[in-house]
DNA sequence: TGGGCAGTGATTGTATACGATTTTGAGGGG
DNA sequence: CCCCTCAAAATCGTATACAATCACTGCCCA
């Protein structure tokens, strides 16, 4: 069962995990191509498994497929951002209420101890993986909810927002977000769902308000884009 | 299945329709083997295509992909059940609100004509059919809210949902929503958001009201079932 | 000189082949 | 009579091969 497979091969799972934290920590960038025999010749497999990865992360909305071109990083469109960002507003902040209902002692330790990994990435320099963290700060909130339909969702809005921000994000210095996190985790140690939930609220929209998402002509990252998007 | 395929032949998208259009009509239950040479076979294409579609299904929950074993429609347990009417709850009534606040006649008289032919399919016995319409209905909304993430979400929950009905439904007579649906494009129709998201939430708990999500076992479909779940 | 057009190379779409795993059923032993 | 073992059959997992489509280059012609 443990498959440690090193020798041998990947399996689809592997590849996707492997390029969605590379998207995730924004070492690929949105618009960037994604060929079938290069992935899989990166990864020592064959076009099988690269198609099944590539269409899964299709399905989560982190690549785009398109007939007879192939798959690229997504590039989600200002519309496309605002929805994700919607969608979050709906989900998050009542999930984060449940949370702190029903958190446990352990959970509590463990978002610290995420935090401070967060913290250490930024302080190592590794913005990309800081953000990766970042994201997945409210993907472990659904977890504690107990809440895996949701959960499966937000980590799909959550790999979205990723590309959002690498494609809208204003500044190019650190998301400073430790402090939401912090002020989140505070909330949930004292069981204050209410507290939680607008946090939570609050913490959304500061994020939106930091992108940049006038509906002026996106960035091409290609010529062809330029043309034909 | 008359399935007297066009010469060509199908894609796997339009399996996914095909398959995903007979779960929603409780024409194949959940639990059922979908196996990849018989369906291949019913559809004409090899495994390939098969696969593809049935990975796809797969993402959206509507199936379950077992290592070595295979396919197999889904089978929400209580918890899955429950999960995705509160996921619904915190999606659907701020949806319906946004459609109410943006719809235009022309969708008014499209979601009347909806309502129309759910109830030509009940008149006609068909309910399979009048259920996967009375489902579609919640997507349209999420379409006319113009949200199309939130959009995909809520057919997703859609799809589920169709499953957790053929395994919890408490009546074998018919579900009798039409009179919620005509409320809330009544609703729509005066633009009343405030009324439209209140309507939803009363209709999302009339249907959780109408399942029996008691932790009972499971109705096994198969003894292996009955042992491994 | 600029645009249309055909040929060529590269990339994806689909089918088939082979290997691995699971399931099934029969036979022998307890 | 039940259970265990083992082999055969069925099914899935992965790789490879071939077909279809697309992109690009170079040529020809207006």
């Not at 060929?35 to 497999?45: A, H, M, R, Y």
């Not at 007879?68 to 998050?92: H, I, M, Q, T, W």
Request: a neutral charge; charged letters at 25%.
């Amino acid at each position: 069962m443990s498959n440690v497979t090193s020798p041998a091969g990947y399996t689809a799972e592997d590849i996707v995990t492997r390029l969605t934290n590379a998207v995730h920590e924004h070492r690929v960038l949105p618009g960037m191509k994604l060929s079938e025999d290069e992935v899989g010749e990166v990864f020592g497999v064959s076009r099988t498994l690269v198609r099944q990865a590539l269409r899964s992360m299709a399905h989560g909305g982190l690549v785009s497929i398109e007939r007879n071109r192939g798959a690229f990083v997504a590039k989600p469109s200002v519309k496309d951002a605002r929805e994700v960002f919607e969608a979050r507003a709906l989900l998050e902040p009542q999930t984060a209420r449940a949370a702190a209902e029903r958190i446990t002692a352990r959970d509590v330790a463990s978002l610290e101890a995420h935090i401070k990994r967060e913290h250490s990435a930024l302080d190592a320099g590794e913005a990309g993986k800081a953000l990766k963290l970042s994201g997945h700060f409210h993907v472990e909130i659904a977890r504690i909810a107990n809440q895996r339909t949701i959960e499966v969702f937000i980590r799909q809005l959550v790999s979205r927002s990723s590309l959002v921000i690498a494609l809208y994000w204003r500044r190019r210095t650190a998301l400073c977000e430790s402090h939401a996190h912090h002020a989140l985790v505070d909330a949930f140690a004292r069981h204050d769902g209410r507290a939680a939930e607008e946090l939570m609220k609050g913490h959304l929209l500061d994020l939106v308000s930091q992108l940049d998402l006038r509906d002026v002509p996106e960035k091409a990252v290609s010529l062809r884009d330029a043309l034909t998007g």
